[in-house]
């Protein structure tokens, strides 16, 4: 007997796209995904109000409707008297602001936005209190940290089961892993730090800006949502010290374009920085660290030894460490945390956990 469950998708931009092609080649035995509702844009949608499943395969090309606005989504999807998997592949706050309704509402809840749980502790705080509620949805988000790599899961698997974490220590932005990757080995290198900013730009692994990679925010966000699974309250991605590479001469320019023009101006303080480190058998790293101890969370410029796992990673790969009182050697995670298929991949097992609890 194939049992079924709805899907709604909003946004089919990278991740989304990835995660639409990934859905409409996934092959399950006795599970069906129904997607009744498509928002292809901010301004777009797909779905029928008998509640026909829209076609994967051809929805690019589908004649669109305007899209419902959050409490008529939530309308609709409850309407269909359906278990649903709300697939939210943006990075839209006010989406993320919506979740407690939708979770009250029934409608379970897949997704790499990281603002929804990594914004205001009280954001995080609604929304897993909706979830414990009876009949409310359930909420997965393993692609907010480390894209498609088990690095939540297992974290909540720790605490669920009574450990008790005491540090996480890791490389958390792709981008700048590559960076320092690039920039920081344990061979002399004078390779100029604006120099491989501007390769990460060209080969697409920045933003469109790159200091909204530089500025150290998206590394604070992961960290943010590790210490509060931990049990640690963070208020917030900006209350704890994170330190940026974009000098502050460069913050208020008014492009990416001058910002990359003017960054070799600054090249020698971060050589000098990458040299002593050098002169000590050490390289650098751009860390985010969960000091449960001693109730600290940072992210910041981090120095380790050559024979250290973070010395030897690759290309832009992601690495976490996490110590707990059953794993005083720490527990490591390592592999591709970035990239469209990597992170729809890691929001596709989501929702087929999701399917494999509620599906009827």
Same mark, same amino acid.
């Given at each position: 007997m194939t049992r079924s469950v709805n899907v709604a998708i909003i946004g089919s931009g990278v991740?989304?796209?990835?995660?639409?092609?990934?859905?409409?080649?996934l092959q399950t035995k006795n599970l069906a995904f129904n997607t009744i509702y498509l928002a292809r844009s901010s301004k777009e949608a797909l779905y029928n109000t008998d509640y026909k499943p829209v076609d994967l395969f051809t929805y690019k090309q589908e004649p669109a409707k305007p899209v419902l606005g959050l409490d008529e989504l939530t309308t609709f999807l409850v309407g269909a008297h359906r278990p649903?998997?709300?697939?939210?592949?943006?990075?839209?706050? +006010?989406? @993320?602001?919506?979740?407690?309704?939708?979770?009250?509402?029934?409608?379970?809840?897949? +997704?790499?936005?990281?603002?929804?749980?990594?914004? @205001?502790?009280?954001?995080?705080?609604?929304?897993?209190?909706?979830?414990?509620?009876?009949?409310? &949805? $359930?909420?997965?988000?393993?692609? +907010?940290?480390?894209? &498609?790599?088990?690095?939540?899961?297992?974290?909540?698997?720790?605490v669920l089961t009574g450990d008790r974490v005491e540090t996480i220590?890791?490389?958390f932005s792709g981008t700048l892993s590559y960076i320092f990757n690039q920039f920081s080995t344990?061979?002399?290198?004078?390779?100029?730090?604006?120099?491989?900013?501007?390769?990460?730009?060209? $080969?697409?692994?920045?933003?469109?800006?790159? #200091?909204?990679?530089?500025?150290?925010?998206?590394?604070? #966000?992961?960290?943010?949502?590790?210490? #509060?699974?931990?049990?640690?309250?963070v208020e917030s991605p900006t209350s704890f010290p994170v330190e940026s590479l974009i000098p502050k001469e460069l913050e208020s320019v008014a492009s990416a374009d001058e910002f990359l023009q003017k960054l070799p101006e600054f090249d020698a303080q971060i050589q000098q920085l990458k040299d002593d480190a050098f002169n000590n058998g050490q390289v650098l790293r751009f860390v985010g660290k969960v000091d449960l101890k001693n109730n600290k969370v940072s992210v910041e410029i981090g120095k380790y030894p050559f024979d250290h796992p973070f010395a030897s990673l690759k290309g832009s790969d992601n690495v976490v460490a996490i110590k707990s009182h059953r794993y005083?050697?720490?527990?490591?995670?390592?592999?591709?945390?970035?990239?469209?298929?990597? +992170?729809?991949?890691?929001?596709? @097992?989501?929702a087929i956990k999701i399917a494999e609890r509620i599906a009827n």
């Open positions: 991740v989304g796209s990835a995660f639409i092609t990934q859905l409409a080649n649903t998997i709300l697939i939210d592949n943006t990075s839209n706050e +006010t989406i @993320a602001n919506h979740y407690p309704q939708f979770i009250k509402a029934g409608i379970s809840i897949a +997704t790499p936005n990281k603002k929804a749980f990594s914004s @205001a502790l009280q954001t995080w705080n609604d929304i897993f209190s909706a979830a414990e509620q009876d009949g409310a &949805g $359930l909420v997965y988000h393993e692609s +907010t940290v480390g894209a &498609g790599l088990p690095i939540i899961g297992p974290l909540k698997d720790l220590e890791g490389i344990p061979e002399a290198s004078k390779v100029a730090f604006s120099d491989i900013v501007t390769t990460a730009k060209s $080969l697409g692994y920045t933003e469109p800006d790159p #200091r909204d990679d530089l500025n150290g925010l998206d590394v604070a #966000r992961k960290v943010t949502i590790l210490a #509060r699974i931990s049990g640690f309250e005083p050697n720490p527990l490591i995670i390592q592999g591709a945390g970035a990239g469209a298929e990597v +992170t729809a991949h890691g929001v596709l @097992a989501d």
